[in-house]
């Protein structure tokens, strides 16, 4: 399946390049179709709502007799997603109106029977694939993808004009502590585990890029009358807890402070949460690290409050070209002895990175002490300030240089992977350009593979640092490495 999805995905995103101009006079147009699009849906914080959005194909000025016999969608899903299975995309059960001219007895010599119009299932398509997908770009980002051909050896296309629904998603969405959008849209090049990055395109004779348009639902918190309008129990950048997102101070001394202030209405033992850095931005995110932190908040009783729920607000106005240096205790826990503070750095190309881990205990040595339960006063909302975040100049991956296979020797093997890696990007066991320049002169060629052999057998010279070590380059070029082969 998996071949025969990649022969689909790239026979719909190479067409010929007189294919692009195939119905000059017929309008395809991508859409969205939800009783929620354009619309606000409230809920309490950290409630997880599902939204049932169809992917809808409109077509208008199509003189010919038929319409498209299969298309392809990439389709992006933005907000704040719940953390459990939150996109699937369902064909079975959705409807098409169709053109068919039915092979019932397989003879060459004899018509079809043809059927117009004729309702059909897409989940019967000789090709229907979809699924959840990530972009190939960007990874953290989430999305769908749908790729369908409704008949390969029988005549079998839409109605030559109209609109209809061609895919359901079915999504989780968390209510937030703020206004936030909850967005789809056609993105080209998202990609599942089985499938090349996925194009959208409508086929034609010939494959044709439509029109797109998108759909954006805002999600609110439900208001109270009076008191604190926040969830009993999230995080959020900034030295209270706010609603609105935090704008990070410009730098002193060359270091950014960012306060964690923690909302908990309970006394708490503990927390552990991640902060991802995209840019000038930070989030709280629960997936980050190996073995992955989650957003966790633990009550003095043993039950803890978990996931997308925690998540209070954003902050923006990082310096883009630095990463989180250090993790310190914030004024509510500094009193605290006796506790348990562990902190990770993550540079980008680790899991999650770049950005930074934390797991707090209060009680790690039998203290019996424990972070206190903040109260509300009038429309104020309380907060404990748990940690300071410093961010100061970026750091540089680390890598080994000519470690191909990350097995922290060099031999034989890793000028086969590496000649494999920049010959043809087979055999690519880590993401890390800076590793495969054997001979250190910024460029990936035949060279490198061959200056590693030399060293080995010949007598040559040795590759530059870092080698036979985890460091970072001493030397600058525009090679990067997303994915370190050390640690």
């Known amino acids: 399946m998996k071949r025969l999805l990649c022969v689909l995905v790239a026979t719909l995103a190479f067409p010929s390049m007189g294919s692009l101009h195939a119905a000059d006079t017929a309008d395809f147009t991508l859409g969205f179709e939800a009783a929620d699009c354009g619309t606000e849906v409230k809920g309490t914080p950290g409630e997880v709502k599902t939204f049932e959005v169809f992917a809808t194909l409109d077509i208008k000025n199509n003189p010919g007799p038929d319409g498209p016999k299969g298309w392809s969608l990439s389709i992006a899903v933005e907000g704040p997603l719940a953390a459990t299975s939150p996109i699937s995309v369902q064909l079975k059960g959705v409807m098409v109106n169709t053109i068919y001219d039915e092979d019932d007895d397989g003879e060459v010599s004899t018509d079809p029977i043809h059927h117009d119009p004729y309702p059909f299932d897409l989940f019967n398509s000789n090709f229907a694939e979809s699924g959840s997908a990530t972009l190939d770009s960007d990874p953290t980002k989430k999305g769908a993808i749908s790729a369908v051909v409704l008949k390969t050896r029988e005549k079998m296309v839409l109605q030559p004009n109209g609109k209809q629904r061609i895919a359901r998603l079915v999504i989780k969405a968390v209510i937030p502590a703020v206004p936030t959008p909850l967005s789809f849209s056609y993105v080209n090049g998202y990609k599942t585990a089985r499938s090349l990055p996925v194009p959208n395109v409508v086929t034609m004779a010939q494959s044709v890029k439509p029109a797109v348009q998108s759909c954006t639902i805002t999600l609110l918190p439900q208001q109270t009358q009076g008191g604190c309008t926040l969830p009993d129990y999230a995080f959020y950048f900034g030295p209270a807890a706010g609603a609105a997102q935090f704008d990070i101070p410009a730098p002193v001394a060359g270091v950014q402070n960012v306060p964690v202030t923690m909302r908990n209405k309970g006394v708490s033992l503990g927390f552990s949460l991640g902060i991802r850095k995209n840019g000038d931005a930070l989030t709280f995110d629960g997936t980050m690290g190996s073995p992955v932190v989650?957003?966790?908040?633990?009550?003095?009783?043993?039950?803890?409050?978990?996931?997308?729920?925690?998540?209070?607000?954003?902050?923006?106005?990082?310096?883009?070209?630095?990463?989180?240096?250090?993790?310190?205790?914030?004024?509510?826990?500094?009193?605290?002895?006796?506790?348990?503070?562990?902190?990770?750095?993550?540079?980008?190309?680790?899991?999650?990175?770049?950005?930074?881990?934390?797991?707090?205990?209060?009680?790690?040595?039998?203290?019996?002490?424990?972070?206190?339960?903040?109260?509300?006063?009038?429309?104020?909302?309380?907060?404990?300030?748990?940690?300071?975040?410093?961010?100061?100049?970026?750091?540089?991956?680390?890598?080994?240089?000519?470690?191909?296979?990350?097995?922290?020797?060099?031999?034989?093997?890793?000028?086969?992977?590496?000649?494999?890696?920049?010959?043809?990007?087979?055999?690519?066991?880590?993401?890390?350009?800076?590793?495969?320049?054997a001979n250190d002169d910024g460029i990936l060629n035949t060279g490198d593979p061959v200056f590693l052999l030399n060293y080995l057998f010949l007598h040559g010279q040795q590759p530059a640092a870092p080698f036979k070590a985890c460091a970072e380059d001493p030397t600058a070029d525009g090679l990067g490495c997303t994915q370190p082969n050390c640690r």
Not at 302 to 322: I, M, P
Not at 355 to 382: F, H, L, Q, R
């Open 294 to 437: 989650d957003l966790v908040i633990t009550k003095d009783d043993g039950h803890e409050e978990v996931g997308d729920g925690l998540k209070g607000n954003s902050a923006k106005g990082a310096s883009a070209t630095a990463n989180i240096s250090n993790l310190l205790k914030g004024a509510a826990i500094a009193g605290i002895t006796g506790d348990f503070l562990g902190t990770r750095m993550l540079n980008e190309g680790e899991p999650g990175g770049p950005g930074a881990t934390v797991g707090y205990v209060a009680d790690a040595s039998g203290n019996d002490k424990s972070i206190p339960a903040v109260t509300d006063a009038g429309e104020g909302c309380g907060g404990n300030v748990v940690l300071q975040v410093e961010i100061t100049g970026a750091a540089k991956p680390k890598f080994s240089r000519g470690d191909g296979n990350g097995d922290g020797k060099v031999n034989i093997t890793d000028g086969v992977v590496i000649a494999r890696n920049i010959i043809d990007h087979t055999l690519v066991v880590f993401e890390c350009q800076e590793m495969l320049d």
